[in-house]
């Protein structure tokens, strides 16, 4: 049977490589005999993976020595109070920018722990655009600064990066992690959930510099701790393995294609399409986010009407594209173009999309 065209928003597709390597190797993976999933995290095959998967991470952003990369369960939800519990204090205060559903979650986390100010309030321009650098008003001397690179549900993204000074950034790049290469260096704290761009659900990507890591509050739970999991190389207690194995065989398959100037490429090739075919029909397609703050992950866009909307997504359905419904809370359609969403299906997309302006405009 043939694969679906997925464009769900998380968990997301995955690339067929990796998914036919788990396959030849369920039944026995390096010649243990056993999967990954019936292997101790403490035999040296496993470590492998697990070490693959890290070194893999630091090559693709040159992380070099000067940061950890480490494997969090719990979801980039977790990390929303992580985050605050081992860097601010009561008497402290975080900026965050606050750009969509996701960012005033994590808002709402850091207010538990110390003073939160809201750098931009994205309400004011119904989360429809990233703030300009003039627009952030940035405490002098705060501990972090917290945004949002890719807006999942809003479908906005940041093209450029808020200037901090001296205050280390922090982000959540849970839904456009790895979609290209970045300078690290302003980042303190960066974290991702594997589930869109890099792998299966359950394991949490975080990236921390060695400064805010020596940093972080002592008085915590253990667990709750990144001191922890930094110390013993994600190995504290039993990661989930299954996940990080995929995490490290859709990597690989990254690093195959051609690293992350290929899949950056490949990325932008691929929301262009879907963005050149809405704005080539602007009496039937409307996308309501400014040009300028587009992501090339999350395509969101309005039809002229819910009942076309509602028609659109359940004729996709028939064809095989999944996942095109617009978040819940917004309505309107999705198309999600992760990283292993092949540039057949996003054609497929777009040949849908122009067939159905004419059919029904
Ligand atoms: N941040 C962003 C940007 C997301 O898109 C999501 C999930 N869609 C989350 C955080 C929450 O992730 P999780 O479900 O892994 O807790």
Known sequence: MARALNFFAGPAVLPVPALERAQKELLDFGGTGTSVMETSHRSKEYEAIHN?????IKE???LGDTYQVLFVGGGASMQFAM??????AKDQTADYVHTGTWSKKAIA?????GNVNVAFDGETVKLTRIPKQEELKLTPGARYVHFTSNNTIKGTQWHWLPKTGNVPLVCDMSSDFLWRKFDPSPFGLIYAGAQKNVGPAGVTIVIIRNDVLAACKEENPTMLKYQTHAKENSLFNTPPVFTIYMVRNVLAYMKDVGGMAKIEEHNRKKAGMIYDTIDANPDFFRAPVAKDSRSMMNIVFRLPSEELEAKF???????RMYGLKGHRSVGGIRISAYNSCPLDAVEQVCAFMKAFAK???
């Open 60 to 62: 693709f952003l040159g």
């Open 313 to 319: 997504v359940a004729e996709g359905k028939e064809k």
């Open 109 to 113: 986390e850091a207010k538990l722990f």
């Open 52 to 56: 693959e998967a890290i070194a893999l």
């Open 83 to 88: 985050l605050p519990m081992n860097l601010l």
């Open 359 to 361: 059919t029904n405009g």
